[in-house]
């Protein structure tokens, strides 16, 4: 594929995916918003258990072989017929290692409810092991329209059937409906659309490299998953059932929607920067680029939850929710850090660089663990204040450490994020100005005048100097990547390399609008 196509394609799916995630975004706020409202704090508590204890198996579920078939420079049919009984494998074993560990679950948080919500959701694991090489087969072609539809008919089936069953008084048993529903939904969409049969497995066929580069992800998941849970495991055994309801609430509210929309990202940096390694220019200019529309976009947008996170809960999840106002908020700020940082994920995964990444991830995840255990010690609230000061603390390590293995623009990268952080301080300064003159007006109205009061300090600010060659630079970029000719389409069953180019324009920079490094596969759980 022509240099030129290629670049133009990889700023197509971006918008293609960020539309989708998008669409699942609403339909997750929508869900949050409508089932808040029907069931019981307690309710999200159980299931958040039960999450974050067989959740680690989604870790094993395919052996980091999902993002090892993207990355490929090159993927036989016989590589890509061997990977998926490999994964599907796994997703058997581990569904039944679940639903045997049931009662271990249950005896671990002294909830006898847990057991039979165990064995249930026990079955998500056969349905993503089925689903995986599906999705990186689609990924590998660009079909990103495919993707983004499976993402948002699969929530949308599963809020159907979760919002019915709360109505008739079904309790837990509504969200535990709603991820077998999603799940079943996206492995069978992704399943019709990739066209193609797995056929039997050889054992001839070469898989050192794969494995090899899959081996080395578990470490990193495996890691990232304890730091992501670890806040789950810790209210659930400390503070009980309705406190994780609590938490997690606005944990989905906010961090799953955040995390929805880095998913494209990946999805487009990948097999680009994969290609541009022998362009360090050009590679520097992309990851730079990158941070800047992430800043630009998700974590100015975070200004505004921060000013506003009173209204947003009063709004979103209703009167007897507002105990969560301080963790929206300080959640927001964690999730500021993670994204500033997450251009390094892409880095370590883009060179390759799993192990100096399992390293790092090891280091994070300490401070991420240490943070929140101290911050317990003050209640939930403390410990999302954990949650969000260890992101802010590792960024800087972050970029340190990255320098060393890769040629990053580490200056450029730093002015850009103070940049980014001083737009996303005055934002969330008019929001909260704004929303504390308001008073008691009712919600809604707070929410929109101090929404606007954020976008308009936004357009206040970005007009100045440095912040709007920023904005220019992301515009132009975003323009150039779309302004050329559509690319060919892959041949049908075809699996060709992602990034079959030699290098990318740098004016087609592909910013993109979409965690820290750990956040490796933090969307695999629709529950967390």
């Not at 078939?69 to 581990?94: D, E, K, M, P």
């Not at 810790?234 to 938490?247: K, M, N, P, Q, V």
Request: positive net charge; charged residues 15%.
């Amino acid at each position: 594929m022509p240099t030129h196509d290629l670049g133009t394609r990889a700023a197509r799916g971006i918008v293609v995916s960020v539309a989708g995630q998008g669409l699942r975004i609403g339909i997750q706020v929508l869900s949050v918003l409508l089932l808040a409202r029907l069931l019981a704090p307690g309710d999200y508590g159980l299931l958040a258990m039960v999450v974050a204890v067989i959740g680690v198996a989604e870790v094993f579920r395919d052996l980091g072989l999902t993002t090892a078939a993207i990355r490929a420079r090159q993927l036989s049919a016989a590589q890509r017929t061997n990977l998926f009984w490999i994964s599907t494998a796994l997703g058997a074993v581990l569904s039944t290692a679940a639903f045997l560990a049931a009662p271990l679950v249950a005896a671990l948080f002294d909830r006898t409810e847990l057991e039979d919500m165990t064995r249930a959701l026990a079955w998500v694991f056969v349905l993503s092991g089925v689903a995986a090489q599906y999705r990186a087969d689609l990924t590998r072609r660009m079909r990103f329209g495919v993707l983004a539809l499976a993402d948002v008919l699969a929530p949308l089936a599963g809020l159907g059937v979760a919002l019915a069953l709360a109505l008739g008084g079904a309790g837990y048993w509504a969200l535990v409906t709603q991820q077998l529903v999603q799940y079943g939904v996206m492995t069978v969409a992704v399943v019709v659309a990739g066209r193609w049969l797995p056929g039997r497995p050889s054992r001839r066929t070469p898989m050192d490299d794969l494995l090899r580069f899959g081996a080395g992800l578990v470490g990193i998941e495996l890691i990232g998953y304890a730091g992501r849970n670890a806040d789950s495991l810790l209210i659930g055994a400390r503070f009980g059932a309705t406190d994780l309801g609590l938490y997690n609430r606005v944990h989905q509210l906010l961090m799953v929607p955040l995390g929805q929309l880095r998913v494209p990202t990946t999805q487009v940096a990948l097999p680009v920067l994969g290609r541009l390694q022998d362009d360090e220019r050009r590679w520097a200019e992309f990851v730079r680029r990158g941070q800047l529309a992430l800043g630009y976009t998700l974590v100015a947008g975070l200004g505004i939850v921060v000013g506003t996170a009173g209204p947003v809960v009063a709004v979103f999840l209703g009167d007897r929710w507002t105990e969560t106002v301080p963790l929206l908020r300080w959640l927001a700020v964690g999730g500021a850090c993670q994204t500033l940082a997450f251009v390094g994920y892409w880095v370590y995964l883009s060179r390759g660089l799993t192990g100096a990444l399992t390293r790092f991830s090891l280091f994070e995840t300490g401070v991420r663990l240490v943070a929140i255990a101290v911050g317990s010690a003050w209640g939930v609230v403390g410990l999302a204040a954990g949650f969000a000061l260890a992101p802010a603390l590792t960024w800087p390590i972050s970029l340190w450490w990255l320098s060393r293995l890769a040629p990053i623009p580490r200056a450029q990268l730093v002015a850009g994020a103070l940049r980014v952080l001083t737009v996303t301080g005055v934002v969330a300064a008019a929001s909260a100005g704004v929303t504390a003159l308001l008073g008691d007006a009712p919600a809604p109205l707070v929410l929109v005048l101090a929404a606007g009061a954020g976008a308009a300090a936004y357009l206040a600010i970005t007009v100045w100097g440095p912040f709007r060659a920023d904005l220019r630079e992301v515009r132009s970029a975003v323009r150039e990547g779309l302004r050329g000719r559509r690319a060919p389409a892959p041949e049908p069953g075809s699996s060709p390399d992602p990034g079959a180019v030699a290098a990318v324009p740098a004016a087609a920079g592909l910013p993109v609008a979409a965690s820290s490094v750990a956040g490796a596969g933090e969307a695999s759980c629709p529950a967390r």
